[in-house]
């Protein structure tokens, strides 16, 4: 693979990295961070995948095994999420953000 | 190389270019979308991309798993429960001081991501993984892993499922 391919790979990684952590930072919504944290499960997935091109299997079962425990945790949240709703009718965890953050 | 061997290179770039630029143009938009039902599909958009990303390096078998499993399963999941509860609305920061974030995020990280790729010192590559010879090894050496993440992936739903029946029943009265 020549080095401009890698050069993809890595740039769209990083940038699904920073992304996600932007997304996670920018709200105080619960949902919204459990997507932006997604969303960096996405890149460095892609990184897992890029660098373990040395071990093609292990990455292989280790990339498969994180896809699953991601699959999860996402079911979990998701049941957590609705919990919190039905119980504060808010999707924010805090109501407000100050005037100044915006 | 033939010329048809070269359409062949140039086309895997533009294609490995275009899905790369369809999942940074997903997660920039997500960042400063209000509605969580719009931004659960730009999450289900970008794990197909990546999927097709992962395919490329040759890695079919794991992007079967992401798509089937990560994107069908579970964030299809994920967006029929968020419609189900209406389209919630959320208010996010300024565009500014997220960019300034993810600006210097993305630096950490490129840097980051740079500096164990020339650590590790191999070529890296696209790379062929065949579906017997992964199976094997994940019923030989990662069985126990495997066993493992099998018990917790049911113990994790059965707590889901009591989490999202019980734990909101008294509210709801």
Known sequence: MSDLLIEIYKITASLLLALGLGTVLSSRSLVKMLIGAEVMFNGSLLYLALIGTVYPYATAIFALLAILIASIELLLAVSIVILYYRTHREPEVIKTIPEGDR | ?173
């Open chain 2, 1 to 173: 190389m033939s010329l048809l061997g070269d359409i062949s290179v140039w086309s895997i770039y533009f294609s490995v270019t275009m899905v790369a630029l369809i999942s940074i143009l997903l997660a920039a938009l997500l960042v400063k979308e209000r509605s969580l039902v719009y931004g659960s599909f730009m999450l289900a958009g970008i794990g197909i991309s990546v999927s097709g990303l992962i395919a490329f390096l040759g890695y079919q078998i794991i992007a079967a798993a992401q798509l089937i499993v990560y994107v069908g399963a579970s964030v299809m999941l994920f967006i029929v429960s968020l419609s189900m509860l209406g389209n919630i609305k959320v208010k996010t920061m300024s565009i500014y001081k997220t960019s300034i974030i993810s600006t210097i995020a993305f630096v950490a990280f490129y840097f980051l991501i740079d500096t164990v790729e020339k650590e590790l010192g191999y070529e890296l590559g696209p790379t062929i993984v065949t579906s017997r010879t992964m199976s094997e090894f994940l019923t030989s050496e990662f069985l126990t892993q495997l066993f493992f993440i099998s018990v917790s992936a049911l113990l994790a739903l059965i707590s889901a499922i009591y989490i999202a029946k019980k734990g909101g029943a008294g509210k709801d009265e």
